[in-house]
């Protein structure tokens, strides 16, 4: 074991340094490094479209149902990975893949049937791991400049699922875990967005959310008119090579001392 993690290490040592040099200036070489990603994932819309009369809540203040406008619903997330760019020959395009492990959701109204006096939200989370395939396109040198837009897919796994409930009349809190066969295990989204050094917006509609359709308690179907929803993205992606060093001093003199070189940008 100690052995195999020394070869791990060192495998790992070799990657890094090899993304830390990068090809020369003259050279017409792809451009392939690592990029960490962290960054917030907001969602404001309900995941709905139009009323669901099919849902209704039996609660202590009565009958309720969904309502249409359902107000302020910001749901945040996260998102957390590593991206692995292939910046191409041409200097202006490339490919973006990679994996990260995402938090999204969306959120609910209900309001009672006869004075709607009273109120309870319910929000839905999920926990995914999340593949991107993204393509690269910009003006100028995207790797030189980090400055390009983005179009693609991103394809989610959900490892987890719950809903929580918040009443209008009582500071108490429900939650509880969906059923296996009510959520989706597999859920898409079309990715547009853009990158300006390392910073980055993307938008994110998501075609099948990940709650079930035709999941069903009795004779209803609680999740029937959930359709996709739009999430926006803000993160930081910081790309593991030395574009870092040459925009910051002193990342570049603690390159230095690592390397022992003055290597071209």
Not at 200 to 221: A, E, Q, R, W
Not at 252 to 263: A, I, M, Q, Y
Request: charged share 20%.
């Amino acid at each position: 074991m100690k052995r195999l993690s020394i070869i791990l290490f060192a495998i790992m040592a070799f990657t890094l340094n090899a993304n830390a040099q990068g090809p020369s200036e003259d050279s017409k070489e792809e451009y392939r490094y690592w990029s960490f990603l962290l960054g917030l994932n907001h969602s404001f819309g309900g995941g709905n479209s139009g009323d669901n009369n099919d849902v209704m809540l039996h609660t202590n203040k009565g009958d309720m149902y969904r309502t249409k406008g359902s107000g302020f619903n910001y749901v945040p997330g996260f998102q957390i990975g590593m991206l692995y760019n292939i910046d191409l020959k041409n200097n202006k395009t490339g490919i973006l893949t990679g994996l990260e492990v995402t938090a999204y959701g969306f959120k609910h109204a209900f309001e009672d049937v006869k004075t709607s006096k009273y109120t309870l939200k319910e929000t839905y989370r999920a926990m995914s791991v999340a593949v991107p395939l993204l393509f690269k396109f910009g003006t100028q040198d995207i790797y030189r400049e980090m400055q390009y837009f983005n179009i693609g897919v991103r394809a989610h796994y959900n490892i987890m699922a719950q809903r929580g409930q918040k009443a209008s009349w009582t500071s108490q809190k429900y939650g509880e875990k969906l059923e296996a066969d009510a959520k989706n295990n597999l859920s898409v989204s079309a990715v547009l967005g853009v990158n300006y050094k390392m910073l980055s917006l993307d938008v994110d509609y998501m075609f099948m959310n990940f709650v079930n359709p035709d999941y069903t308690i009795g004779d209803k179907k609680p999740f029937n008119h959930v359709k996709g929803n739009i999430y926006i993205a803000t993160s930081l992606k910081m790309p593991l090579t030395r574009w870092l060093s040459v925009h910051n001093w002193q990342a570049e003199k603690f390159r230095r001392k690592l390397h022992g070189t003055e290597s071209s940008y």
